[in-house]
């Protein structure tokens, strides 16, 4: 069975700084990758998705980016900030119409 | 647009009834139909999904029925239990790594 390890738990972070989110799988060899993001109370919002090593296709930016360094890791990044990305960030895989998720990040943009 | 709506947006039921969550789409390409629950502070998980070739899939007591024509479905949840109470997403793929959520229905479940 696939696992998904998100990381961090938890971030509090000041507008404008940087932010680098990661997520690892396992148990699944060439996963399709993807990253969600949730306002507290809100629906899913799907940001990228990647189904090969170096390739991401974006689906909403946020002024956001993504980058999948290894076939099983998928990172989220941005370099500044806004208070509205703040929100809870979740890392999905699977394979062919199969999406779940891990624990998620959630973060505080102050 | 793509969009996947869900009502009602919130339900409560007694324990042992049977809860009934409904989506509706407009896209005729989605091919793949998966409900997930939420608990507080969880992630969302899978819990049973469908797809058009079938107008009905039950996983113990979680049955959706699928009606292709009216692009309609709805996750019928029998001897509904506490534990139960969570918010429920229904998603949609068109098989092309883009997957669609609802809003989500909070149910509670009361003892």
């Known amino acids: 069975a696939q696992t998904i390890h998100q990381w961090p738990v938890a971030e509090i972070k000041a507008v404008g700084s940087p932010l680098s989110l990661g997520c690892t799988i396992k148990?699944?060899?060439?996963?399709?990758l993807y990253w969600y993001w949730q306002a507290t109370g809100g629906t899913l919002q799907q940001l990228f998705y990647s189904i090969t090593v170096g390739q991401v296709e974006s689906v909403v930016q946020l002024n956001l980016s993504a980058s999948r360094p290894k076939d099983d890791q998928f990172i989220l990044s941005t370099e500044k900030l806004l208070l509205s990305h703040s929100g809870f960030y979740l890392c999905?895989?699977?394979?062919?119409?199969?999406?779940?998720f891990g624990a998620g990040t959630r973060l505080s943009v102050l | 647009q793509q969009q996947v709506r869900q009502s009602p947006q919130s339900l409560t039921v007694w324990e042992g009834e049977t809860a009934i969550l409904n989506c509706s789409y407009e896209d005729s390409t989605f091919d793949y139909f998966p409900w997930y629950w939420q608990f507080p502070r969880e992630s969302p998980a899978l819990l049973i999904a469908i797809r058009p070739v079938s107008n009905k899939k039950e996983d113990g007591r979680f049955t959706i029925f699928f009606n292709k024509r009216e692009k309609k479905l709805s996750l019928h949840i029998t001897d509904s239990q506490p534990g139960d109470s969570a918010t429920y997403f229904c998603?949609?793929?068109?098989?092309?790594?883009?997957?669609?959520f609802g809003a989500g229905t909070r149910l509670k479940v009361i003892a």
């Open positions: 148990g699944k060899s060439s996963p399709n």
């Open positions: 999905g895989g699977g394979g062919q119409n199969t999406l779940y």
């Open positions: 998603a949609a793929s068109p098989g092309n790594y883009k997957y669609v």
